[in-house]
């Protein structure tokens, strides 16, 4: 199947076809032409498998066919969809999207998060714009001061919806759908659906499609698993053996602390790899940057939080690492989805010390599987601390091409839990 297949405009096929992409990825064969008949949906889909694409696209033919609403946005034409997503750097990367899809169509977009000064905001949202991309707290805070106006939003977006309920982000959704008007069209991306989800799905969708393009808390196809275990102790000589010996030219790593992060990237540019931190505690400005940078080979590692889990783009990423395990299971899925992305292969290594098993049992739980166990010679944990079970020794997983992993289909592509925790300004 191909992409003119799909029932989407010419403009829109051009755009498509100017970024080389030429067959849709699954959840973009089943959710376009659903969306493109005004029906909500409820869909199910991992990071990586094409879901910004597969919502921008018919968001823009929707809008470029519609009859512009009477009414007006502070002077300007008024906000006709509504985006709205977890993180900043997901906000600029969907926007992005609709910049880039949306070029050869007379739509006019912006985004806003926190992080950065409102007034420039303030003055793009009142010349007018018919899609806004936004994250919840600092939508809130323009809604606040009066500075946008929601009450024309024909099609509400809420993407990776079950991360903005980990991030305790719920409360402000629902005050935001207060604002929006009762007939419009919702659209529902989400990886995982907790109970609270599928409450806001029964409370805002209208008779929803539900599309699912893989089993729910399952871990993105063609990305290979090890845990390696260690001792916490040496866990970056570990790291460092592992970048070295591979020849790991591209590596994410995830730490559970930010200064553990920051301490990691010293220790290895100490060791001569050079490494870059993205977390809550850096500027907006700074972590936008940081990533450009790696994606232009600046920097071997860059070593993140959790607010690097989610959102992060960066294409045929080879190598990602769990420096610690995540204290959530369903957030190894979200780290592990920054590779292996779009039908590239991936590989997911772990270093685990003995007093993170019964975090790692969590994640197998959740997987439905034991993950492999590989002992590194050399690296072997002490035997007089609790070692982990089934473990074998071998060489180190090198998880496919070791000068990145191949691409896929030409497919179109972007693009702690605790619910009472409020809003965090560090992700906004």
């Given at each position: 199947?191909?992409?003119?297949?799909?029932?989407?405009?010419?403009?829109?096929?051009?755009?498509?076809?100017?970024?080389?992409?030429t067959?849709?990825?699954?959840?973009?064969?089943?959710?376009?032409?659903?969306?493109?008949?005004?029906?909500?949906?409820?869909?199910?889909?991992?990071?990586?498998?094409?879901?910004?694409?597969?919502?921008?696209?018919?968001?823009?033919?929707?809008?470029?066919?519609?009859?512009?609403?009477?009414?007006?946005?502070?002077?300007?034409?008024?906000?006709?969809?509504?985006?709205?997503?977890?993180?900043?750097?997901?906000?600029?990367?969907?926007?992005?999207?609709?910049r880039?899809?949306?070029?050869?169509?007379?739509?006019?977009?912006?985004?806003?998060?926190?992080?950065?000064?409102?007034?420039?905001?303030?003055?793009?949202?009142?010349?007018?714009?018919?899609?806004?991309?936004?994250t919840?707290?600092?939508?809130?805070?323009?809604?606040?001061?009066?500075?946008?106006?929601?009450?024309?939003?024909?099609?509400?977006?809420?993407?990776?919806?079950?991360?903005?309920?980990?991030?305790?982000?719920?409360?402000?959704?629902?005050?935001?759908?207060?604002?929006?008007?009762?007939?419009?069209?919702?659209?529902?991306?989400?990886?995982?659906?907790?109970?609270?989800?599928?409450?806001?799905?029964?409370?805002?969708?209208?008779?929803?499609?539900?599309?699912?393009?893989?089993?729910?808390?399952?871990a993105?196809?063609?990305?290979?698993?090890?845990?390696?275990?260690?001792?916490?102790?040496?866990?970056?000589?570990?790291?460092?053996?592992?970048?070295?010996?591979?020849?790991?030219?591209?590596?994410?790593?995830?730490?559970?602390?930010?200064?553990?992060?920051?301490?990691?990237?010293?220790q290895?540019?100490?060791?001569?790899?050079?490494?870059?931190?993205?977390?809550?505690d850096k500027?907006?400005?700074?972590?936008?940057?940081?990533?450009?940078?790696?994606?232009?080979?600046?920097?071997?590692?860059?070593?993140?939080?959790?607010?690097?889990?989610r959102?992060?783009?960066?294409?045929?990423?080879?190598?990602?690492?769990?420096?610690?395990?995540?204290d959530?299971?369903?957030?190894?899925i979200?780290?592990?989805?920054?590779?292996?992305?779009?039908?590239?292969?991936?590989?997911?290594?772990?270093?685990?010390?003995?007093?993170?098993?019964?975090?790692?049992?969590?994640?197998?739980?959740?997987?439905?599987?034991?993950?492999?166990?590989?002992?590194?010679?050399?690296?072997?944990?002490?035997?007089?601390i609790?070692?982990?079970?089934?473990?074998?020794?071998?060489?180190?997983?090198?998880?496919?091409?070791?000068?990145?992993?191949?691409r896929?289909?030409?497919?179109?592509?972007?693009?702690?839990?605790?619910?009472?925790?409020?809003?965090?300004?560090?992700?906004?």
């Open positions: 199947m191909s992409f003119d297949t799909l029932g989407l405009s010419a403009a829109l096929l051009r755009a498509v076809s100017e970024q080389g992409y067959e849709p990825t699954p959840i973009q064969r089943q959710a376009i032409p659903v969306i493109l008949k005004g029906r909500d949906i409820m869909a199910g889909a991992q990071t990586g498998t094409g879901k910004t694409a597969g919502f921008t696209l018919p968001l823009l033919q929707r809008l470029s066919t519609a009859s512009q609403p009477n009414g007006q946005n502070n002077g300007g034409r008024p906000v006709r969809a509504l985006i709205l997503v977890p993180t900043r750097e997901l906000a600029a990367q969907v926007q992005e999207s609709v880039t899809y949306g070029k050869h169509l007379p739509l006019q977009s912006t985004v806003v998060y926190g992080g950065m000064n409102i007034k420039p905001q303030i003055d793009r949202l009142r010349k007018g714009v018919d899609i806004l991309v936004a919840p707290g600092r939508l809130l805070d323009h809604a606040g001061q009066r500075t946008v106006n929601l009450s024309k939003v024909e099609i509400l977006v809420l993407d990776e919806a079950d991360r903005m309920l980990d991030m305790g982000f719920i409360r402000d959704i629902r005050r935001i759908i207060s604002q929006l008007p009762a007939q419009r069209q919702t659209l529902m991306f989400s990886a995982t659906f907790p109970d609270e989800i599928k409450r806001l799905a029964d409370d805002i969708l209208k008779s929803p499609e539900r599309i699912q393009v893989a089993r729910q808390n399952t993105a196809e063609g990305v290979s698993h090890v845990i390696h275990p260690v001792d916490h102790s040496r866990k970056r000589e570990l790291l460092t053996h592992l970048i070295e010996s591979g020849n790991w030219q591209q590596v994410l790593v995830f730490t559970s602390k930010k200064h553990g992060a920051n301490r990691l990237v010293q290895l540019n100490k060791s001569g790899i050079t490494a870059t931190a993205i977390h809550g500027s907006q400005s700074q972590r936008t940057r940081a990533l450009a940078d790696f994606k232009r080979n600046k920097f071997q590692v860059l070593v993140g939080t959790n607010v690097a889990s959102g992060l783009d960066i294409d045929q990423l080879p190598h990602v690492v769990n420096y610690e395990l995540p959530v299971p369903e957030d190894y979200h780290r592990i989805g920054r590779t292996g992305r779009a039908g590239n292969e991936g590989a997911a290594v772990s270093l685990v010390a003995a007093n993170e098993m019964g975090l790692l049992r969590d994640i197998e739980r959740l997987l439905q599987r034991d993950l492999p166990k590989v002992v590194i010679p050399g690296y072997e944990p002490d035997p007089r609790q070692s982990l079970p089934q473990q074998n020794k071998g060489n180190p997983s090198r998880g496919g091409n070791k000068n990145g992993a191949r896929g289909n030409n497919n179109a592509y972007h693009g702690k839990r605790n619910a009472n925790a409020g809003r965090s300004r560090a992700y906004q």
